[in-house]
């Protein structure tokens, strides 16, 4: 109850920090858009002087009294006074005011000088009904809003930078419980990790013992007993693979580097893919470049046995199933070493959950693979990601960008291995 009310107190003070900004925003913009509109007025009010000062002109004297007004209105561009009989490229933006159906009509306009308000006026002279466009500089009505729109745009600043600091305040929030949340789950996996390495050795000496009275027990039971014998000797070496892998995610060993030889670890690896996939019709190849790498072969080799292992499992009895190793050298260096399979692919329910400790989709599985697999190629400088294949399979990628690769003196192979039906 009293986290319900903290939380809701907090997203009460975010609305009230972001409501504050926002309006100072709007409050600006709707203040400009009254300002522009003060502008047209006064333009307007000015246009509409100058067509009743036009009124009071004298025929005679019309060309000097307009120069007159201009002297007078420092805005005005342009007048120019229409007849009813003249025809020329504005006719139709005049033709409602002679018609009667409109009294004055105003537009603003881009000429080389800049914009116009332009003002199509109709005034009353000794020879008839005239229309008069007066054309007046927009920014002649700069000195009403000059200081008000200094402000206006301060304020909208202003507002504008409240803004961009509550959403960094956010943006820092959430990435704060981020990572509070991935050090909690990080000390959560440390505590486990210690309790894994300690039940791993509080396991290892009772089953050692149970290992080999069981042994001794096989090597002098009559055959009829033997049976009775295998399994347990079967759940011993399982039970030993968990102890194996507990310590493993406990405490992960420190990486020996040596050279090592591409070739001679694709041949154990595929020993040990021979072993794994017994008579079941599963492909595999190795692609054996002559190359020399600086790494920790016996992790590394645990770690591709165990990529291996999995795509083979995952093969179960699918015809023409096939796992594929090979490894690539990246123009900008380093190696590139993938485990790829034809099987089901990765299940959605695990995809995002794959390198948690005790998490699988396995019946018989301790959920320790992965895991283990990331740490051990965390520690050779690597690291590994898994990704669905098109149109269905597996790909396992191991990359080492700081991994010095050579080329070893002898020619490479290419191993496969297809059981016999």
């Known amino acids: 109850m009293g ?3 903290r939380r809701i107190a907090g997203w009460w003070w975010l609305a009230v920090a972001l409501l504050l900004p926002v309006a100072l925003v709007v409050s600006s913009l709707v203040t400009f858009r009254d300002l522009q509109r003060m ?3 006064y333009l307007r009010d000015r246009a509409a002087t100058l067509a009743s000062r036009l009124e009071t002109l004298a025929p005679e004297g019309f060309t000097e009294s307009l120069a007159a007004l201009a002297a007078e209105e ?5 007048i120019r006074v229409f007849r009813a009989e003249d025809q020329t490229a504005e006719r139709p933006a005049m033709e409602p005011i002679w018609r009667g159906q409109q009294l004055f009509k105003t537009q603003e306009v881009t000429l080389e000088g800049g914009k116009i308000f332009r003002a199509y006026i109709p005034i009353h002279v000794a020879s008839g009904l005239r229309v008069a466009r007066i054309d007046l500089a927009a920014a002649a009505a700069d000195f009403l809003v000059a200081h008000a729109r200094r402000s206006v745009l301060m304020a909208l600043a202003s507002g504008l930078v409240l803004l961009g600091v509550w959403a960094y305040a956010l943006w820092a929030a959430r990435r704060g419980a981020r990572l ?3 050090q909690l789950a990080l000390e959560h996996l440390a505590r486990l990790g210690h309790l894994s390495a300690v039940l791993a050795h509080e396991i290892r000496n009772p089953l050692g013992t149970i290992k080999g009275f069981a042994q001794l027990a096989a090597e002098k039971a009559d055959p009829a007993s033997l049976p009775l014998l295998d399994p347990i000797l079967g759940e011993v ?3 030993e693979r968990l102890v194996t892998d507990l310590l493993l995610y406990g405490r992960p060993p420190e990486p020996v580097l040596r050279q090592a030889d591409w070739v001679s ?5 595929e020993a040990r893919a021979r072993q794994a996939i017994a008579d079941r019709p599963i492909r595999f190849s190795c692609q054996a470049q002559p190359w020399r790498l600086r790494t920790d072969p016996d992790l590394l080799s645990q770690v591709l046995s165990n990529l291996i292992r999995n795509s083979i499992e995952a093969l179960e009895q699918r015809q023409n199933g096939e796992v594929r190793l090979q490894a690539v050298r990246p123009p900008a260096g380093g190696l590139v070493i993938s485990v790829e399979d034809n099987g089901p692919g990765l299940d959605p329910q695990v995809r995002a959950r794959l390198f948690e400790p ?3 989709s396995k019946s018989s599985g301790t959920g320790l693979g992965l895991s283990i697999a990331r740490s051990l190629t965390a520690a050779l400088g690597g690291q590994l990601t898994l990704e669905p294949i098109e149109p269905r399979g597996t790909r396992a990628e191991l990359v080492f960008p700081g991994m010095p690769v050579e080329e070893a003196a002898t020619g490479g192979r290419r191993t496969a291995w297809q059981p016999s039906s």
């Open 3 to 5: 986290r319900t009310r």
């Open 39 to 41: 502008q047209g007025i």
């Open 74 to 78: 420092p805005g005005l561009v342009d």
């Open 180 to 182: 509070q949340q991935r």
């Open 237 to 239: 070496r399982r039970l």
């Open 265 to 269: 670890l694709c041949r154990e690896l």
């Open 358 to 360: 005790f998490v699988t």
